[in-house]
């Protein structure tokens, strides 16, 4: 782990989370999901997030995952405050720099596993015939490349959430961000796309954003924090 | 800028949503394509009804009307402009002829009024002929047939107007026409005198001479006592007068034969001369019967143009060249009394040959017995006077533009076209017609209306359904625009879908109305020759001409257009609301916990 550790280190600074709160009206009611959170995330981490449900685990991922922006405070990711950027900057990075992986895996119902990885290179200009052969590629890498035209109704959990994988990883992105990716999953699934997600960051194609309360999961990654009541409760490198 | 692939998989795997949504749609259009349909079919039963009239080709009829009180809102209104008629008392005459001193065509704004009573004065005037005068008729208990002619509310007017109205730019011809109703009048001619005998009597008149004089009485006095035998009263009474005299009495002979002259004779007895007096009886008792039709005078040589032509004659012939005592003969008026062609009518001691049986154009004036102009105008005493222009325009899009021509050139004209007669189409056709119009555009709008709604509504239920999955791609990297776009996309696609059903549909509303769709009946009832003004007279038995007509249901290549086009439309707005809903979707809604 030292290994990984001293590459990270040296790596450029990927995020910088400056005094980042987030507020939300939940009804007449304002909940303050993050009461500032400082954070540096470097290029290649493995960066797992714990703490309970509540915590505020989730909406600091949106913020990370460019889904959404701070209501005060500062995101910057690769230099670029995301707080200020507008919605067609925030498309961009979201198609084509952070890969985003949910708990309920969130694949479109209509569409076959192929297909699901394809629509995330819609917006980009790629031919039909790439977006399909890259969609065959990565859902081969995953350990599909026979499922390609099941619907996910016809998958299994396990099967779903590489689909899901694929799709991120269908615009080469520098980061995965994945809520409760495991979350949903038996133990024998859960390890095996842990793994599969593990192995990506190990190789060195991506940084690892990984919410989760699954202490295996936790267990993989390179540093720890952990949230309660949207604060970094505790911050550990693991050495 | 789609994903199609995305687009197809999406409308066919929520095929129940794709499938109401387009049924919503192809109901509507459907249901609106039927409307049209009915519609469209009522106007061109409309304009089957109206056909005759563009055989014939008269596009434009010019007739001379008793201007209404309030003419103002009538484009045809003869008060438009007053003329030069205004200055003609005669039997409606001098209506827009130059030539029958009018000379000033152009008058104040104040004989507007006088127009409308000179109109009318003239009409009643016309009119009053009828009232026949029986001593012409023959001596008491001769039986009596009579024809009389008379316009009606249609007042003539010379037939030079016929060469102002072919002078106008666009009108192709021109043709005269005298449109009149004939009143029959039969019966035996009533005793119209009676005679009195008076005189005879023996009267005793009573008279009163001037009292004598101072030198009378003296004279009086002086002749009684020479003839001794009366002592006059004493000098001094003259006051007492002449009443103190004996009236009578041989007595007194002396005394009286003493009376000046007048005092001698002053009683008498007269008898009256005996006298007959011829009385006019007022008025006649008369067992005369009267019976109305119309009667219409053609030019023989106008055979393909005109209130009747030469296509209309169904039994007989048109006229020959020796047309003055030929007659046609409506077919209702002739089935109505039996008139047959070749048979020989008495019409006010002339005898007139039924020469054939026509059957007039529904619009139009339709007219009972057709005679030749001519004889019609020496029989009505209405020489060298028509009462209607019938026009041929040149190009059947200037119809309009020709009427305004001919009303300017003619002010007091009334010029109707084919179509403001299309306006006067009466009965379950034109009951409908307007049902269609009103009613079946509001409903249209309706029920168009109801579909979008519609689906609108099952838009946004699956945009609220589909809350994850658009904020999914949101968070996978398509923007607003493209996730609206994608929406939309789908509801064109529902919107095709409901226009190819909603054709079959259409098509199927409109097969259902042509087989089970009532038969209408449209009225027409031309000028009106007989109308009110002139309340001697019923409606004439032919001027109103029914016919029966099969509703339909008529599409037509835009009616298919408008129904597509409405659910596309129908599509495009759904996916308006729908790509709204979803536009103000978060990327972070992705997340959210559906449950």
Known sequence: ?239 | MISVGYLGKELRRRWSRTLVTALGLAAGVGLVMGIMGVSNGLTAAQNQALSPLSTVGTDVIVTRTVAPASASSSTASPSASPSASTRQPQGGGGFFGPGAGGSSRGGAANQINDLNATDQAALLNANSSILTDLSKLGPAGTAFTHDFFVPGTLITFPDAAVQDVAKVEGVQSAVPGLSLQALRESGTVPALTDTVTTGGQTLTAVARPAPLTDAEQAQVRACIQASGEFTPPAPGSGTRGSGGFPRTGGANSAFTKCLPERYQQYEAQVVVPEQTITRILNPPQTDTQSKTYTVAGVNPSDKTTGLITVDQVVSGSWFTSKPANEILVNTAYASTNGIKAGQTLAINGSNYTVVGLVTPTLTGNISDIYFDLNTLQAVSTNANRVNEVLVKVTKSSNVDAVAAAIQKQLPGAQVLTAKSLANQVTGSLANAQSLANTLGGALAIIILLAAFLIAALLTMSSVAKRVREIGTLRAIGWSRGRVVRQIMAETVGIGIIGAVVGVVVGLGVCGAVDAFGPTLNATTSGLNVGASTVNLFHQSSAASVSQNIHMQALLNPQIVLIGIAAALVGGVIAGTFGGWRASRLAPASALRDLG
Not at chain 1, 204 to 215: E, N
């Open chain 1, 1 to 239: 782990m030292n290994e990984t550790t001293a590459k990270t280190e040296g790596a450029a600074l990927l995020y910088e989370l400056h005094g980042v709160e987030r507020r939300y009206l939940k009804g007449a009611a304002e909940v303050m999901a993050l009461r500032g959170i400082d954070l540096d995330i470097r290029a290649g981490e493995l960066l797992s997030i714990e703490g309970p449900s509540g915590s505020g685990k989730s909406t600091l991922l949106q913020l990370l995952g460019a889904l959404d922006t701070p209501t005060a405070g500062t995101v910057h990711f690769e230099g670029q405050d995301l707080s200020r950027a507008g919605e067609k900057t925030l498309t961009e990075i979201r198609s084509e720099r952070i890969g985003f992986i949910f708990q309920q895996f969130n694949l479109i119902p209509t569409l076959s596993a192929a297909d699901n990885v394809a629509i995330a290179m819609a917006p980009r200009h790629v031919s039909k015939s790439t977006q399909r052969e890259r969609a065959a590629d990565l859902l081969s890498r995953v350990g599909l490349g026979e499922r390609l035209d099941h619907l996910p109704s016809r998958l299994s959990g396990g099967e779903q959430q590489r689909v899901a994988i694929a799709r991120a990883l269908a615009n080469h992105p520098e980061v995965i961000v994945a809520d409760e990716p495991t979350g949903n999953l038996d133990t024998k699934n859960a390890a095996g796309v842990m793994d599969l997600l593990v192995g990506l960051q190990s190789a060195g194609d991506v940084t690892l954003i990984i919410a989760t309360h699954d202490p295996e999961v936790a267990r993989h990654a390179s540093r720890q924090i952990r949230m309660r009541d949207g604060r970094i409760a505790k911050h550990a490198t693991v050495a």
